[in-house]
T-cell receptor, first 111, second 117 residues
Framework: NAGVTQTPKFQVLKTGQSMTLQCAQD?????MSWYRQDPGMGLRLIHY???????DQGEVPNGYNVSRSTTEDFPLRLLSAAPSQTSVYFC??????????FGDGTRLSIL | AQSVTQLGSHVSVSEGALVLLRCNYS??????LFWYVQYPNQGLQLLLK??????LVKGINGFEAEFKKSETSFHLTKPSAHMSDAAEYFC???????????????FGKGTLLTVNP
C-alpha cells in the first residue's frame, strides 16, 4: 500500500516556465489537498478537492491550478513559475473521519 | 475563521527531560485538534488527535495532549525526551462542521524540538 505518492521529489525551474506536480493516492480517499511549506510559516492550504470533479481554493491559491478527473489523482499546475513559488509542496488525502495522510513532498526551486 | 498559535518556534530540552510544546487555538465552534510531527525531509505524520471525546489524548511515541476549552489550549507533552524526538511539530485545527468531514486544516507555524544529549 503506497499511500500518497508525489512526483517529482525535486525540481528546479526558471521563472516563467510551467510544470505539473503530481499526486496520487491508492486509499480511495475522497478528499485531497495541496499545501506549501515555507520556513516559519507552517503549512498553508493552496487548493483542495472533496471528490472527482470538485475543487476549491484554499488560503493561497494564486498562481496555481488544479483539477480532479479521478479519485486517485490530484495534480497541481504552475502555469508561469515565479521565484515566490519556491517552496516545499505537500499533497494529502483523507477518508471520512480519518486523519490526513501526507506525501513526502516536492522541493521546488524557481530561479 | 480558525487560527492556531504555537508559542516558541524553537524548544530545546535535554534527553530525559519533560517535553512541553504549546498550542492555542481560536475557533467559533468546538474544534477538532491535531498534532503532527515532521522529521527532516519527510512528510507529516499524525501524533494524536482530539475529536470531542476524552480531553486527554494519548498518541504515538509516548506523547499526549490535553484539550482545555477554558484556556483554548491543546499543549503536547512527553515525560521523558529521547534523541529520536528531535523534529518539527505542528498543531492544527479543523472545523468538524466543514462538509461532514474534518478536512480543512489550519496549521500553526511549527515548533522545532531539539534534544541535547
Amino acid at each position: 500500500n503506497a499511500g500518497v505518492t508525489q512526483t517529482p521529489k525535486f525540481q528546479v525551474l526558471k521563472t516563467g516556465q510551467s510544470m505539473t506536480l503530481q499526486c496520487a493516492q491508492d486509499m480511495n480517499h475522497e478528499y485531497m489537498s495541496w499545501y506549501r511549506q515555507d520556513p516559519g510559516m507552517g503549512l498553508r492550504l493552496i487548493h483542495y478537492s472533496v471528490g472527482a470533479g470538485i475543487t476549491d481554493q484554499g488560503e493561497v491559491p494564486n498562481g496555481y491550478n488544479v483539477s480532479r478527473s479521478t479519485t486517485e489523482d490530484f495534480p497541481l499546475r504552475l502555469l508561469s513559475a515565479a521565484p515566490s513559488q519556491t517552496s516545499v509542496y505537500f499533497c494529502a488525502s483523507q477518508g471520512p473521519n480519518q486523519p490526513q495522510h501526507f506525501g513526502d513532498g516536492t522541493r521546488l526551486s524557481i530561479l | 475563521a480558525q487560527s492556531v498559535t504555537q508559542l516558541g518556534s524553537h524548544v530545546s530540552v535535554s534527553e530525559g527531560a519533560l517535553v512541553l510544546l504549546r498550542c492555542n487555538y481560536s475557533s467559533s465552534v468546538p474544534p477538532y485538534l491535531f498534532w503532527y510531527v515532521q522529521y527532516p525531509n519527510q512528510g507529516l505524520q499524525l501524533l494524536l488527535k482530539y475529536t470531542s471525546a476524552a480531553t486527554l489524548v494519548k498518541g504515538i511515541n509516548g506523547f499526549e495532549a490535553e484539550f482545555k476549552k477554558s484556556e483554548t489550549s491543546f499543549h503536547l507533552t512527553k515525560p521523558s525526551a529521547h534523541m529520536s524526538d528531535a523534529a518539527e511539530y505542528f498543531c492544527a485545527v479543523s472545523d468538524p462542521n466543514s462538509g461532514g468531514s474534518n478536512y480543512k486544516l489550519t496549521f500553526g507555524k511549527g515548533t522545532l524540538l531539539t534534544v541535547n544529549p
